[in-house]
């Protein structure tokens, strides 16, 4: 099945209702992505369809036919967001982080912080209590403009 | 995921016509945005094996408005309808409703003919289509039929929907009044505290309740108290109509304090 991942025209053979989550990790050999609840309910698992946040331990691959989609891969090793991340701590087991990091790069550029706590309402963190998470994200938006 | 994948089968309907073909023939689960069945697949619960993926079907990824009704196609997103001037103009307690379901992520995927197909009493969309009075449109092959919303639902999960049909509309008339929404209760203890009210104060009041029993409710002695008598009035009709589901007995209390006092928010607020 063709599907176009982290910019990269793909085609890959498997079970059409195999977890969005599971192609990725197991056929693609893409890790970052990780599943905490398995159920749609801690974002963990967050990837880009076609541009728009979803969870996908609750997307059957075959849905992402001819769809574009973007990991934490594709957003490279340099992205300002995961330079915040690190610069702010915003990450201590570090599971919910993948998601947590897919899930601001679609924010608008200069999100104020309700707007940062109602794009990751889908995304739960059970370490850092998302202050530093916040912190990161609004100081990434900082030094964009900058 | 605990349901065994080489148990499964899934075909892919590319127009709405192919696909009402493929149930006439086979009785096949649909799925469109997952974000229900994929949750059962994972849990290992749902009993189906035969599935249907619609979500390619873009002629029912519409909102519009045909002679002053307000079309919402089965596969609109809670996001599409968040984003809709339409839906903002016309059914803004729809709003209200979408902006509370899940996260981001559920939003973009989870749609409105999955909320009503699913049938959970707890669907936050519900409540708002019974209070509008909503008229489903359901297709098989070759065949159209419109029911209306407060008709759809016949107990728990139960839904006239036969299994050849698909839901590829609902269609809202125009509401006049002022348009009110609440959900109270996380999602995480649905199961114990979630009440869900909406409501329309035009002429008299609609007032539609879900998550207290079995399928969603209107509360239509009430709504008849209200036109007529006090607030009081309805709270005495309100009690005698409301039966909350019957579980642990404090729960069903709970449920029918916040109910009654959702309803009082509700006629103080719109007055
Ligand atoms: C983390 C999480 C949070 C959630 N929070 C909420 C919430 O706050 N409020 C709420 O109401 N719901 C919530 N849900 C449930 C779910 O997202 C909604 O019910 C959603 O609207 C389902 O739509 P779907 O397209 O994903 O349905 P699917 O999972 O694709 O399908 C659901 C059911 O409907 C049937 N179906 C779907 N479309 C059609 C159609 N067009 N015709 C006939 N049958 C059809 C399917 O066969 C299946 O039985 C949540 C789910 C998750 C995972
Ligand atoms: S693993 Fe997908 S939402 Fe938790
Ligand atoms: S860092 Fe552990 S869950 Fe967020």
């Given at each position: 099945m063709?599907f176009?991942?982290?910019?990269?025209?793909?085609?890959?053979?498997?079970?059409p209702?195999?977890?969005?989550?599971?192609?990725?990790?197991?056929?693609?050999?893409?890790?970052?992505?990780?599943?905490?609840?398995?159920?749609?309910?801690?974002?963990?698992?967050?990837?880009?369809v076609d541009?728009?946040?979803?969870?996908?331990?609750?997307v059957p691959?075959g849905q992402a036919q001819d769809a574009?989609?973007?990991?934490?891969?594709?957003?490279?090793?340099?992205?300002?967001?995961?330079?915040?991340?690190?610069?702010?701590?915003?990450?201590?087991?570090?599971?919910?982080?993948?998601?947590?990091?897919?899930?601001?790069?679609?924010?608008?550029?200069?999100?104020?912080?309700?707007?940062?706590?109602?794009?990751?309402?889908?995304?739960?963190?059970?370490?850092?209590?998302?202050?530093?998470?916040?912190?990161?994200?609004?100081?990434?938006?900082?030094?964009?403009?900058? | 995921?605990?349901?065994?994948?080489?148990?499964?089968?899934m075909r892919r309907a590319t127009s709405v016509a192919e696909a009402?073909?493929i149930?006439?023939?086979?009785?096949?689960?649909p799925i469109a945005g997952a974000?229900?069945?994929?949750?059962?697949?994972?849990?290992?619960?749902?009993?189906?094996?035969?599935y249907l993926d619609i979500w390619a079907l873009d002629e029912l990824r519409?909102?519009?408005?045909?002679?002053?009704?307000?079309?919402?196609g089965a596969l609109?997103?809670?996001?599409?309808?968040?984003?809709?001037?339409?839906?903002?103009?016309?059914?803004?307690?729809?709003?209200?409703?979408?902006?509370?379901?899940?996260?981001?992520?559920?939003?973009?995927r989870?749609t409105?003919?999955?909320?009503?197909?699913?049938?959970?009493?707890?669907?936050?969309?519900?409540?708002?289509?019974?209070?509008?009075?909503?008229?489903?449109?359901?297709?098989?092959?070759?065949?159209?039929?419109?029911?209306?919303?407060?008709?759809?639902?016949?107990?728990?999960?139960?839904?006239?929907?036969?299994?050849?049909?698909l839901?590829?509309?609902?269609?809202?008339?125009?509401?006049?009044?002022?348009?009110?929404?609440?959900?109270?209760?996380?999602?995480?203890?649905?199961?114990?505290?979630?009440?869900?009210?909406?409501?329309?104060?035009?002429?008299?009041?609609?007032?539609?309740?879900?998550?207290?029993?079995?399928?969603?409710?209107?509360?239509?002695?009430?709504?008849?108290?209200?036109?007529?008598?006090?607030?009081?009035?309805?709270?005495?009709?309100?009690?005698?109509?409301?039966?909350?589901?019957?579980?642990?007995?404090?729960?069903?209390?709970?449920?029918?304090?916040?109910?009654?006092?959702?309803?009082?928010?509700?006629?103080?607020?719109?007055?």
């Amino acid at each position: 099945m063709r599907f176009t991942l982290n910019g990269v025209a793909t085609d890959v053979a498997a079970h059409p209702m195999k977890r969005l989550l599971d192609v990725l990790r197991e056929e693609c050999g893409l890790t970052g992505t990780k599943e905490g609840c398995g159920e749609g309910e801690c974002g963990a698992c967050t990837v880009l369809v076609d541009g728009v946040t979803v969870c996908s331990c609750i997307v059957p691959f075959g849905q992402a036919q001819d769809a574009d989609v973007v990991t934490i891969e594709g957003l490279g090793n340099a992205h300002g967001l995961q330079q915040a991340f690190m610069d702010e701590v915003g990450a201590q087991c570090g599971i919910c982080t993948p998601g947590m990091v897919v899930a601001a790069s679609v924010l608008n550029e200069d999100p104020s912080l309700e707007e940062i706590r109602v794009g990751l309402a889908g995304n739960l963190c059970r370490c850092t209590g998302y202050a530093a998470i916040y912190r990161a994200i609004l100081s990434s938006a900082r030094a964009g403009k900058a | 995921m605990k349901t065994a994948l080489s148990t499964l089968e899934m075909r892919r309907a590319t127009s709405v016509a192919e696909a009402l073909e493929i149930l006439r023939d086979e009785p096949r689960m649909p799925i469109a945005g997952a974000t229900d069945v994929y949750v059962g697949l994972n849990f290992g619960t749902l009993p189906e094996l035969r599935y249907l993926d619609i979500w390619a079907l873009d002629e029912l990824r519409t909102i519009t408005v045909n002679e002053d009704v307000l079309v919402l196609g089965a596969l609109a997103t809670y996001t599409m309808m968040v984003a809709s001037a339409l839906v903002q103009e016309r059914l803004p307690m729809m709003i209200e409703a979408a902006r509370q379901v899940g996260g981001p992520q559920i939003q973009n995927r989870g749609t409105i003919g999955g909320n009503i197909a699913n049938g959970s009493p707890a669907g936050d969309s519900l409540p708002v289509l019974a209070a509008c009075d909503a008229v489903v449109v359901l297709q098989s092959a070759g065949a159209e039929r419109r029911v209306k919303f407060t008709e759809f639902y016949t107990g728990y999960r139960k839904t006239v929907m036969r299994r050849d049909e698909l839901v590829v509309a609902v269609e809202v008339p125009r509401v006049s009044g002022r348009q009110w929404f609440r959900k109270v209760g996380t999602r995480a203890a649905q199961a114990i505290s979630k009440v869900v009210v909406a409501g329309v104060r035009g002429e008299g009041a609609r007032i539609a309740v879900g998550s207290i029993a079995p399928t969603v409710i209107r509360l239509t002695a009430t709504e008849r108290a209200l036109a007529t008598g006090s607030l009081d009035e309805a709270m005495v009709a309100l009690r005698g109509e409301v039966n909350p589901i019957d579980d642990i007995r404090s729960t069903a209390d709970y449920r029918k304090r916040v109910t009654e006092n959702l309803v009082r928010r509700f006629w103080t607020e719109t007055a």
